[in-house]
């Protein structure tokens, strides 16, 4: 290429420098399509694709001249899927402690690794993904997410949280002589004006999402109390809404919970500990829920778990509080807290949900237009509708039939670019 062009420089006319133009439109031929929205697939329709956007999507598509058309027989194409919960810059904890991953781990390994995990995050056919804390890698996930945005590395759509907020003295790495200042997972505050500032410093970092963390366990072993007051969650939910910032609350108790409801966050991360009135209470203000039952999952497995029932308590409490979160009408985003196990391997958590009684359908659409919903993004994305970006997958089978399909990607496209096509 490069001797042609050089080619092309020195006898101008004899080569032509510039490349064929891309086809204006694209259309897409699979079996059917999942449109994220009305939980069918709809056998026969196509996708037709101009730019970096759908055009037009049904049956028997009239199309422009010059329209590329891309075979994929046997497939659903559906929305890109969009991740709620993961961590880029961890990696699963049965390789490398989180301790360990935090303390010991150069922030350029770390970043590398990240590099790595996006790429696997898009060819699973996951085309955003909000990434809700760095865990001690700074704001090296504002970098990430511009590399993708400039093409780059290959990767989701990112949005980030930077460093996320936890009470002085309540997250980790812990458990070191008392006098030592040991680097944390997420910024350390105590008191409104401290929270409001970190809230502000991280949105000027890049922060796209405030995270922070309703509740922990103060020392190793000990059971998660609730550890930001109420007063401190209302501000840095204030300061972060003024800011256009949506707001995800880590909570694992009841207590951690009630105060991430009354500060009006926008979703609540793990919930094991939620009763029937605060789920209510989540579905009256359309607070969503991810559950991460991927990652209590991998945990118990990382502990000796071999998988057969009945499960280890927290992965029973997870479920019971899934189920009991899903009748009370409580939206649901699908999040795994991937990082805690293996990137690329997202659609554990849609496998989960399955298992724990929701059809695949609604995962499917959970994972799709619901995320978009509850991620602030369907403005752009996460339904196969005109006008919205162009990111789809398209998966061997029926995804509705049985949500082990979306581990089948045959196509990613993103921004109505190819990214992977495998036959
Ligand atoms: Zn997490």
């Avoid at 609540?268 to 579905?283: K, L, Q």
């Avoid at 409580?330 to 990137?343: K, N, S, Y």
Wanted: hydrophobic letters at 45%.
């Amino acid at each position: 290429m490069r001797w042609l062009m050089m080619m092309a420089a020195l006898m101008p006319g004899l080569v032509d420098p510039v490349p064929a133009a891309e086809p204006a439109s694209l259309l897409l031929k699979p079996a059917g399509v999942f449109d994220g929205v009305d939980g069918k697939v709809h056998p026969g329709w196509q996708v037709l694709v101009t730019g970096d956007r759908i055009v037009a999507v049904g049956p028997d598509l009239p199309t422009p001249a010059g329209t590329m058309p891309i075979d994929l027989p046997g497939t659903t194409v559906m929305p890109g899927m969009i991740e709620a919960h993961g961590h880029l810059f961890l990696h699963p904890y049965n390789e490398t402690s989180w301790d360990d991953q935090v303390l010991h781990e150069p922030l350029a390994l770390r970043t590398a690794r990240a590099v790595a995990n996006a790429k696997a995050t898009l060819l699973a056919g996951f085309t955003s993904e909000r990434d809700l804390g760095t865990e001690g890698a700074g704001f090296a996930d504002v970098g990430l997410k511009a590399a993708i945005d400039q093409g780059i590395v290959p990767g989701p759509r990112l949005s980030v949280a930077t460093r996320a907020i936890v009470a002085l003295g309540a997250y980790g790495p812990k458990g070191f002589e008392p006098g030592v200042a040991i680097p944390q997972g997420a910024e350390e505050v105590s008191g409104v004006d401290q929270i409001v500032a970190a809230v502000r410093r991280q949105i000027a970092g890049g922060a796209d999402w405030v995270k922070l963390y309703a509740d922990y366990r103060w020392r190793p072993g000990e059971d998660c109390r609730a550890t930001l007051s109420v007063e401190e969650i209302k501000a840095a939910v204030a300061a972060a809404h003024d800011a256009g910032r949506p707001v995800a609350v880590h909570a694992a108790t009841a207590e951690g919970m009630r105060r991430a409801i009354a500060a009006g966050v926008d979703t609540i991360e793990h919930g094991y500990g939620g009763t029937p009135e605060i789920f209510a209470a989540m579905a009256a203000k359309r607070i969503a829920l991810c559950s991460t039952l991927a990652a209590s999952d991998a945990t118990s497995r990382y502990r000796g778990w071999n998988g057969s029932e009945p499960a280890p308590p927290a992965v029973q409490t997870n479920r019971a509080s899934f189920r009991m979160a899903m009748k009370t009408g409580v939206p649901i985003c699908m999040g795994g807290d991937v990082g805690v196990f293996a990137h690329g391997q997202n659609a554990r958590e849609m496998e989960l949900m399955v298992a724990a009684g929701m059809t695949p359908a609604d995962v499917l659409i959970g994972a799709t237009w619901g995320n978009a919903r509850w991620l602030h993004l369907s403005d752009k994305l996460g339904a196969v509708r005109p006008g919205l970006f162009a990111d789809l997958v398209a998966v061997a089978g029926d995804p509705t039939n049985d949500i082990r399909a979306v581990r089948h990607v045959r196509m990613v496209m993103k921004g109505g670019s190819v990214s992977v096509r495998n036959s």
